[in-house]
């Protein structure tokens, strides 16, 4: 939505696969996802959502992410 892109590409399918694994750390038999209260998955997601986005040339607002 940051970026407003025009379509959804598998290499934005693939970012947030890897910032959802990235912010669940370790899976256990009991934990695969990270919490849902944890406040950092959707920023995390939407970052690297919005660089592929970029990296894929779809995004309409294509200002440079912030760093955090």
Not at 8 to 13: D, R, S, V, W
Not at 27 to 35: A, D, E, G, T, Y
């Amino acid at each position: 939505l940051a970026v407003r892109a025009s379509r959804f590409t598998p290499g934005m399918l693939a970012a947030a696969a890897r910032a959802l694994a990235g912010v669940a750390g370790e899976p256990s038999p009991q934990r695969i996802l990270p919490s849902p209260f944890n406040r950092s998955v959707a920023v995390e997601v939407g970052r690297a959502v919005a660089d592929a986005a970029r990296e894929d040339g779809v995004c309409h607002e294509c200002q440079e992410s912030p760093e955090s």
